[in-house]
């Protein structure tokens, strides 16, 4: 059975800080890595990794995929209190069978 | 652009009652899949549906069913609820044949089973 670890489990950091979320995997015929945030009620698409080593950026946020050995982190840097969410890791099987992590509970403090 | 609409947001059910719970895909998708988030948990995949047939499913009893529509909306059935029934259930659409880009999620139902 596909299997998704996010640790920590939760995080209270201060505005300005860089956090750094992890994610581990165990998936059979592996297709892609997805990050979300969650704030409320629809998570909402952060990235898609498919390849080991790549980064992907947008804005203050970056994420990265080591298919070796099965993990992903996903930074954030100089921290809002926007950033206040739950940050949901995926991974995608076959037929486009999306796994879900835990997730994250970030607060971001003034 | 239609992002995925979801219907009711809110219900509350008695235990042992059964409802019915709606989807309508973004516009341009032609899957549906159906999640229960519980308080404090990651969203556990129910079943996908896929050119009107269950293409793929979680770990969910029996009384969790579905049907797509010819348009690509969806229902999602629970019968003889229970208290552990209660959850937000999300609905997420994306495009079947071509590449998968990740899903788009709806605002969700929140059901409380009293």
């Known amino acids: 059975e596909d299997k998704v670890v996010q640790s920590p489990l939760s995080l209270v950091v201060h505005e300005g800080d860089t956090v750094t979320l992890n994610c581990s995997y165990e998936v059979t015929n592996f297709r892609s890595l997805l990050w979300y945030k969650q704030e409320k009620k629809a998570p909402t698409f952060l990235f898609m990794l498919?390849?080991?080593?790549i980064e992907k950026k947008s804005g203050r946020l970056s994420s990265i995929l080591d298919k070796k050995e099965l993990f992903s982190i996903l930074n954030i840097t100089a921290t809002q209190t926007g950033d206040s969410a739950v940050y949901l890791c995926a991974v995608t099987g076959g037929y486009q069978k999306v796994t879900f992590g835990t997730g994250t509970k970030l607060q971001v403090i003034p | 652009d239609a992002g995925v609409t979801q219907s009711p947001t809110h219900l509350i059910k008695t235990r042992g009652q059964q409802v019915t719970l709606r989807c309508s895909p973004k516009s341009g998708h032609d899957t549906v899949s159906w999640y229960q988030q519980a308080l404090g948990q990651g969203p556990q995949f129910i079943f996908q549906?896929?050119?009107?047939?269950?293409?793929q499913r979680g770990n969910f009893p029996d009384r969790f069913s579905g049907h797509q529509f010819p348009n690509y909306s969806s229902e999602l059935n629970v019968n003889a609820l229970l208290l552990g029934d209660s959850a937000l259930y999300l609905c997420a659409s994306s495009t079947g044949t071509a590449m998968f880009y990740g899903y788009t999620f709806g605002s969700g139902t929140r059901l409380t089973v009293v």
């Open positions: 498919t390849s080991s080593g």
């Open positions: 549906y896929y050119e009107e047939e269950e293409r």
